[in-house]
């Protein structure tokens, strides 16, 4: 479907994306009560685990075998930025680098020249349910930074701005700046050597959360670059007069005036933009190149080096059930913020 101003597609898995992103996965497991070891207190059986990617029961294991999550894994050559909408994700890499961040946090990890980390999702609820709801973004690294050193740095949720408008009618909208300005309000901080980090690459990296039938106005960019939204969880949209459903993705340039008129439920949107880098991409797996050629040479390398090792011992490292938000980074410097949300 589509109009003169913008494209409407149904969302698939992973989500499709532009130039300079890669890849935007949307995560939601309705996970049950904890058991002693942090995984799912229901049984596992007729699963694959290890590799268990189909809804059974409301969730799933993903790489897991006792915690669902991603255990130790490689990275090389790009950019993740994690948004935890709910739940809990535990982190850990070859740096000895750690955190746990929850509902609101934000981590942003340059992969650069190569690292492992796991990112798993502990279950610490013993007496309640454990949603869990994450996006998680590739943004591509320009040629010229695909060797900067590996780092990652915590968005916490008290610290995202947050727009908060209201409609004639006094429906409101939120608007979490991860990344990228509305109107005054600066979004948040992105790593050194991301491509975001240069305004003029005006990447933009919000959520939305509409009011019924409320209406917002996303405001054009001073340059024409890529942007998308996507309507993940409500009813229905209107923009120029057309009605969208939901899970659709709703494509367009930023040098038009986005009006968004929300439906009788509400509404939450992932919008991303940013000026594409132009530059030949080679993926394979976890790792990102301009050629094939460099991706072979990233396998030798992490064969040779498994970029630094693994300090953890379990692969499927989490942080225990009492340890609340926090972030220990590769200089040894920590964070402590408090209990989980």
């Known amino acids: 479907m589509s109009s003169s101003n913008f494209e409407i597609t149904p969302l698939g898995f992973p989500w499709a994306t532009e130039d300079p992103f890669l890849f935007c996965a ?14 799912p207190k229901a049984s596992l059986s007729g699963r694959n685990l290890g590799q268990d990617f189909n809804i059974k029961d409301g969730f799933r294991m993903y790489h897991g075998e006792i915690v669902p999550g991603f255990p130790a894994h490689p990275h090389c050559g790009f950019e993740t930025v994690t948004v935890v909408q709910e739940g809990v994700v535990d982190h850990a890499d070859s740096l000895g680098a750690a955190g746990r961040y929850s509902s609101g946090d934000v981590q942003w990890m340059t992969a650069g020249s190569g690292v492992q980390h796991s990112e798993m999702f502990p279950l610490l ?3 309640v349910e454990n949603p869990l709801e994450i996006f998680q973004l590739w943004l591509n690294l320009p040629k010229v930074s695909k060797d900067v050193p590996p780092h990652f740095s915590m968005l916490w949720e008290e610290e995202i701005p947050t727009v908060k408008l209201e409609d004639p009618r006094g429906k409101r909208t939120e608007i979490r700046l991860i990344h990228g300005a509305y109107g005054d309000v600066n979004g948040g901080t992105s790593n050194p050597n991301s491509w975001a980090s240069d305004p003029r690459n005006h990447v933009v990296i919000w959520t939305l959360k509409m009011e019924a039938n409320a209406t917002v106005v996303i405001p054009k960019s001073s340059i024409s670059v890529p942007r998308n939204a996507y309507f993940y969880k409500g009813g229905t949209l209107k923009m120029s007069g057309e009605s969208i459903p939901v899970f659709s993705r709703i494509k367009s340039n930023s040098q038009e005036n986005w009006e968004i008129v929300n439906g009788s439920q509400v509404s939450h949107l992932l919008i991303l933009q940013g000026k594409p ?3 030949p991409v080679a993926k394979y797996g976890p790792f990102v190149a301009n050629s094939q050629y460099e991706i072979q040479e990233i396998f030798q390398k992490f064969q040779e ?16 059930p009492l340890r609340g938000r926090f972030a220990k980074h590769a200089d040894g410097q920590e964070e402590d913020r408090g209990p989980v949300k």
């Open 26 to 39: 949307y995560h939601r497991d309705e996970y049950p009560r904890g058991n002693e070891n942090l995984g």
């Open 125 to 127: 609820e013993k007496d």
């Open 277 to 279: 880098l132009l530059e």
């Open 305 to 320: 080096t498994q970029f630094g090792g693994w300090p953890w011992g379990d692969l499927d490292y989490t942080h225990g």
